[in-house]
C-alpha cells in the first residue's frame, strides 16, 4: 500500500503538465560585440532550463555587420525558438536589426514601430569606391534575401530595404509579410503565440505560452559597463580625457596619473569607436585643436592659436560621427562642456609643465650655476673660493683677487667655472655670507 502511494505521488498525474518557460531578452542599442554576446548568453540560458521560446525585445538603430551575422548565427542554430519582438512603441529595427528581424522564427512589432534602411555604409566616414561598394552591396542583398526565403518572408522587399535604403511602419510591416503579427505588450504577444506553430530545422514544434512563466534576462554588470561606453557621447568624452592625459603626461614627465588615465580613456574609446560609424577626420580635428591649445602655451600668438583649437574641435565634435542618425549624434549639452573643459584643463596642465621646463634648477651641479661666492685665494687661472658654504677649486679667465666677489658660470666635474662680479650688479643667487 505505502508502495502505490509513493508511486502515486512521484508519477506526474494527468493535467497537471509542468508549467513552461519563456525567457525574455531586452536590448536597446547599437549591434555590437556585446549585443552578439547578450544574445549568445541569452541562448544558452533559454536552452539550459529548456523554455519553451526566447523573446528578444529589440530596438535598435543597427551596427557591426559582423556582429550582426554572429548573431543570426546562434538564432539559426538555436536549439530554442527565437522571437524578435520589436519594440516598445516608438522603436525601431533599422539596418541590422532589418536582417534579426527577417531571421527570427517569429517576428513581431508593437505597434508605431519601424524596420528598415538596411543599406551597408563605410565605417570611417569614407565613400567606397564602385567596385567595392557593389560587393558590399550585393552580398547584403544576397544574404538577407537568402534569410528572408528561409523563414517565408517577402525577399524582394528585405531587396530593397538593402538596395534602395526603404523602410516601413508596423502596419505595413505585417501587410507586406515581413513579419507574422502586432502585438500591443508581452502579454499580448504570449497570448498570440500559444498554439503558434515554428519550424526548427526539420521539425515543427506547436509553442505553448498559455499561463507561462516569464523569466527576464538581464544584461551582466559587465556587459552593461561595454555597453555603455559603446555611447557616442561617452566615446567622445573618453577620446578627449585620454588625449589630453597622454600630452599632460609627456609634457610632465613622471607625473604617471595623467599617463595612467589617458591610456585606460584611450583604449576604452578604442573599444567604442569600433562600433560607431566615425569619421576620422572629426578625430583628427579634434586632436588637431587639443594640439593647438598646447602651441598657445609656448607660442606667443595673443589667443589665435587657442581660438582656432576651440574651433577645430567644436568642428571635429560635429563632423565626429559619419550618420545623421539622432542615436549616432553627440549631444551639444556634451560638445560645449567638454570643449571648455578640454580648454582650461590643457591649459593649465601643458602651462604648468612648460614654466616648469623653464625653470632653473635649483639642485645638482645644474643649481651651482649663478651662484655668488668670495674667492678665498687669488685666481690666476685657478685658485680656491668658497660658494654654497663649501670651499671649491675653481678657474677664471679673469685674474681675481682675494677677498672678492665672483659668480659661477659653469660647473666641470668638481671644478667651478667663475667670473668676477661688480658692485653694482645684481638679481643673483647668493651661495655664500659676506
Do not use: C
Not at 179 to 192: C, H, K, R, Y
Not at 348 to 371: C, D, I, N, P, Q
Amino acid at each position: 500500500m505505502i508502495g502505490m502511494l509513493l508511486l502515486l505521488v512521484v508519477l506526474p498525474q494527468p493535467g497537471l503538465a509542468a508549467q513552461p518557460l519563456v525567457v525574455v531578452a531586452t536590448f536597446e542599442g547599437i549591434i555590437n560585440p556585446v549585443a552578439a554576446e547578450y544574445l549568445h548568453d541569452a541562448i544558452l540560458r533559454a536552452e539550459s532550463q529548456h523554455a519553451e521560446l526566447l523573446v528578444l525585445q529589440l530596438d535598435t538603430p543597427g551596427g557591426l555587420d559582423i556582429s550582426m551575422r554572429s548573431m543570426i548565427k546562434d538564432m539559426t542554430g538555436a536549439q530554442v525558438p527565437i522571437v524578435v519582438y520589436v519594440a516598445p512603441s516608438g522603436g525601431r529595427a533599422a539596418s541590422a536589426g532589418v536582417f534579426l528581424t527577417l531571421a527570427a522564427h517569429v517576428a513581431a512589432m508593437a505597434p508605431d514601430t519601424n524596420m528598415g534602411a538596411a543599406h551597408p555604409v563605410a565605417m570611417g566616414g569614407g565613400e567606397m569606391d564602385e567596385v567595392m561598394k557593389a560587393k558590399v552591396e550585393n552580398d547584403a542583398v544576397a544574404y538577407i534575401r537568402s534569410i528572408a526565403e528561409r523563414r517565408g518572408r517577402n525577399p524582394d522587399w528585405a531587396e530593397n530595404a538593402v538596395r534602395k535604403s526603404v523602410s516601413v511602419t508596423s502596419v505595413q510591416a505585417k501587410e507586406l509579410k515581413l513579419i507574422d503579427f502586432l502585438a500591443e505588450d508581452l502579454s499580448s504577444l504570449l497570448a498570440v503565440l500559444d498554439g503558434w506553430e515554428v519550424q526548427m530545422g526539420a521539425q515543427k514544434k506547436t509553442v505553448v505560452t498559455k499561463n507561462a512563466q516569464i523569466q527576464e534576462f538581464p544584461m551582466g554588470w559587465r556587459l552593461e559597463a561595454l555597453q555603455a561606453i559603446s555611447n557616442p557621447n561617452i566615446a567622445y568624452v573618453l577620446m578627449t580625457i585620454g588625449t589630453i592625459g597622454i600630452i599632460a603626461e609627456l609634457y610632465n614627465p613622471g607625473a604617471i596619473l595623467p599617463g595612467i588615465v589617458g591610456a585606460i580613456s584611450l583604449i576604452l574609446a578604442f573599444y567604442s569607436l569600433q562600433s560607431l560609424p566615425v569619421n576620422y577626420a572629426g578625430v583628427f580635428l579634434l586632436i588637431f585643436g587639443i594640439v593647438l591649445f598646447i602651441l598657445e602655451m609656448t607660442v606667443t600668438s595673443f589667443g589665435l592659436l587657442a581660438i582656432g583649437g576651440i574651433i577645430s574641435m567644436v568642428l571635429g565634435s560635429m563632423m565626429l560621427m559619419s550618420q545623421d542618425f539622432p542615436f549616432y549624434q553627440i549631444s551639444w549639452t556634451v560638445i560645449v562642456p567638454v570643449v571648455a573643459i578640454a580648454a582650461g584643463f590643457t591649459l593649465l596642465v601643458v602651462g604648468m609643465g612648460v614654466k616648469a621646463l623653464r625653470t632653473r634648477s635649483v639642485t645638482g651641479s645644474e643649481g651651482m650655476v649663478g651662484l655668488l661666492g668670495i674667492a678665498k685665494t687669488d685666481l690666476n687661472p685657478t685658485g680656491k673660493i668658497f660658494v654654497h658654504g663649501e670651499i671649491w677649486d675653481a678657474v677664471s679667465e679673469q685674474p681675481i683677487r682675494a677677498g672678492h666677489q665672483i659668480e659661477v658660470t659653469r660647473v666641470h666635474g668638481l671644478q667651478l667655472h667663475v667670473k668676477p662680479v661688480s658692485v653694482q650688479q645684481g638679481g643673483l643667487r647668493h651661495g655664500a655670507t659676506i
